[in-house]
Structures are given as C-alpha cells and as structure tokens.
C-alpha cells in the first residue's frame, strides 16, 4: 500500500514525467536499424559515423558484390585502427562499434532499416535502378536519403514509390572529419520525415543544415562554380596555376586554391558536377565547361586519383604545378 503522501505526491510528479519522456521521444530520430548503400569512399564513412554515434541497435553495410563489401569493411576496421592507435577511443568502443555493423551483399538484409542512406556511384540511371529495386524490398515507412552531391533529388523520390519519404543527406569527404551534412528536401517530402532526418543528422555528431532541391544544393552550388572560374583563367592564360592557388590561400584565407582542391576532390567528379549542370540547365550561366577541364578528362588526368592533373600527386602528397 502506498502512503497518502507519498501518492500524491507521485500523482503530482505524473504530468511532468510525461512530458519528460514525450519530449525525450521528440528529440529522437527513431531509428533503430539503420542501412547504408554502398561503402565507396562516401558509403563507408557514413557507415562508421553512424555505428560509432551508438543511436543505433544495428547499422547495415550492403554492397552489391563481395569484392566492394570487403574493400569498404578494411577502410572501416584501418579507420577505427587508427583512432585505437591514436588513443581516441578505447578498446571496448571500437569493439563496440566493428559489433555494431552487420556487412551483406543480400539486399533482403535490408528489409527492416527504418532509414536506409544511399551512397552509390553518381549515376542518375543506376541510382533510378537502385531505389526502384529498394522500394520493393524495403517496409513502406522506410524513409530513403541519397548521398548525391548533384543529382536532382526530386527525381530520385519520384521513381522511389515514396517520394513522401525521400531526403538527400549529402556529406563530406572524409566524413569521419567534416563536421557538415546538408539535408535536402523536396516538395513532396513531408515535414515529419524531413525533421526525423535533420534530427539524424545531429545524433550522428554532424552540424546539419537544411537546404531545398537547388542544383548542387549550398556548397557544391557556390564552391564549383568558383572552381571553374579557376579553370576558365587557365584557359585565357590570365594567371598560372600555381599563383591562382596562392592568391586565393593568402589572400582569402582557403587552406587550399580552387586547382588544387579541384584536383584533390577528383577531376572526374568536377566534370561529372558541370556536364550534368550544363545539360539540364543551359540558360544558368554559372554553369560552364572549361576547355582545360574536358582536356584533362580525355587525357585521363583526373588529379590526385590518377597522380597527375593541375598537379603532379605521389598519392596525397602534391607536387609541382603543370603548367
């Protein structure tokens, strides 16, 4: 038997111990199992960052072939290595989150995620194939967030079957470093599914920001652009390479120049970025070619990848410029 005083002082605390644990369930993203598409260099780190947050009981790594699944497992055990080594996690953490990863290149493993994040190669056709493979083996409160960093994420939760339940979530490389996340929405994506991701994108220790299905989004929209300016005075031979990079590190404080970065994040990805912008929308004059860009492609000079680009590379050591 409970004392009087005692009940009601316990009826009394009632309403703000709901309150506590509502807004506890507020605060959460909700999701328990989480999926990520493709361990590539992107894939890989948002499937460490999110096993290592602990918000979640299983993080599910899935590559189509065992080949991809094993390369994106080394890149997450090397990179958890490193932090052992380092002393900036213990021993029972780095177990924890290597314990946390179930790693399958059986999609159906994927059935139960209740947020599943794309990270495949920036194909509009194979991603297209991709999310209407996922539509039908993943649970229809599935809520599916793309990766890309310049494709229409509009089309992509079109061809879903869930448009409702469709974000882009695009990272930085290496995102075990970079502190930002974007999380695009559409107009079909419903506000619930837009603050559950936003919410996610804190958990995991990300700064996130929001942004609408703008061609690039923020920093993509404002960074290549500048990179291709870069490139268009190469062109014109208004300045070297090596002092357009100077001049930008000395005189706008960047920890690097346009060419460098540009080579550094991968000529491929830059072109890729601006053939796709210039195709579909040619009236935006922010969005040009250079010549030297498509020189170097059809080179195969795609930067430090290759060791060759704006700069000679000895993997990510940079050498001289090539002027």
């Not at 644990?21 to 493709?38: A, E, I, K």
């Not at 491929?268 to 010549?291: K, L």
């Amino acid at each position: 038997m409970i004392p009087s005083i005692c009940k009601k002082s316990i009826e009394k605390a009632l309403p703000n111990a709901t309150r506590f644990v509502h807004s506890r369930l507020m605060s959460s993203s909700s999701f328990d199992s989480v999926g990520v598409v493709g361990l590539g260099l992107m894939g890989h780190g948002i499937c460490q960052v999110a096993a290592a947050s602990g918000k979640h009981n299983t993080v599910i790594a899935y590559e189509t072939e065992q080949i991809f699944l094993d390369k994106g497992r080394s890149r997450i055990e090397g990179s958890i290595a490193k932090l052992l080594d380092r002393e900036k996690i213990s021993s029972e953490e780095a177990d924890r989150i290597l314990g946390s990863i179930t790693y399958s290149t059986d999609s159906s493993d994927l059935a139960s995620v209740d947020f599943l994040v794309e990270a495949v190669i920036e194909n509009i056709d194979l991603k297209k194939e991709l999310y209407q493979h996922l539509g039908t083996v993943c649970k229809p409160e599935a809520i599916f967030a793309s990766n890309t960093s310049s494709l229409s994420i509009t089309d992509m939760a079109e061809i879903s079957g869930r448009p409702e339940n469709f974000v882009g979530v695009h990272f930085f490389n290496p995102v075990q470093v970079m502190k930002l996340v974007e999380v695009i929405r559409t107009e079909h994506t419903s506000s619930d599914v837009f603050d559950k991701t936003f919410k996610w994108g804190e958990d995991i220790g990300k700064v996130a920001v929001k942004c609408g299905d703008t061609p690039g989004f923020i920093v993509n929209r404002l960074l290549v652009p500048s990179l291709m300016q870069a490139m268009l005075m190469v062109d014109r031979r208004d300045a070297t390479i090596k002092d357009i990079d100077l001049s930008l590190q000395l005189g706008a404080g960047h920890p690097m120049g346009p060419l460098h970065l540009a080579d550094y994040i991968g000529l491929d990805t830059c072109y890729f970025i601006v053939n796709g912008w210039t195709d579909n929308f040619p009236d935006e004059s922010a969005f040009v070619m250079p010549a030297c860009l498509k020189e170097k492609i059809d080179a195969g000079h795609l930067g430090r990848k290759t060791g060759k680009g704006f700069y000679e590379w000895d993997g990510d050591k940079r050498g001289d410029s090539i002027e």
